[in-house]
């Protein structure tokens, strides 16, 4: 699982119209596919987003700042405070960025496990910020994030074979 030799600090790069493409689509199927498809509303493409571009770029400076721009474009759509998203995303961006460095991100099953990890990280650091910073008592729904934590790693796992035909290894 961890990185060999021969493969420690491979970066994939990807073209121009996918760094910007790809996360906006993951915010616009965010915001217009649960209008249309409610039993979809648990997927939190973004955040896989962000997983993924940051896994694979290995860069945790480049991979906050992958965060910080999708969790405030995704912020400005939602009708959250601006900024929740925001540091939530930055946070998943850095330390998935940090991760990819240290292990080999394109096996199958460290792709599901961090992207459940990934899920749940996000949900329980979102969770902490609102009650500490917007005084929301809303619940912890621990049962709640490690399921829906499995079917976006699922779903993050079939994401992220397809962008990997999108990446340039270089």
Known sequence: MLLSSQREGQVSRFRGWVTVLVPLLAILFQIYVPL????????????????????????????????????????????????????????????????????????????????????????????????ALLSHMSPFDLPGWLGLGILNALVGVALFHFLDKLRVTA
Do not use: C
Request: glycine share 8%.
């Open 36 to 131: 249309f498809f409610r039993f979809l509303s648990f997927l939190e493409m973004p955040l896989l987003v962000v997983v993924y571009l940051g896994l694979m770029r290995r860069n945790p400076v480049s991979g906050l700042f992958v965060g910080a721009a999708i969790g405030l474009a995704q912020d400005s759509f939602s009708p959250n405070p601006l900024g929740m998203f925001g540091i939530t995303k930055t946070l998943v961006g850095y330390f998935a960025a940090s991760i990819g460095m240290k292990l080999d991100v394109d096996n199958v099953l460290m792709r599901f496990l961090l992207a459940f990890f990934f899920y749940v990280f996000h949900q329980a650091f979102y969770w902490v910020m609102e009650r």
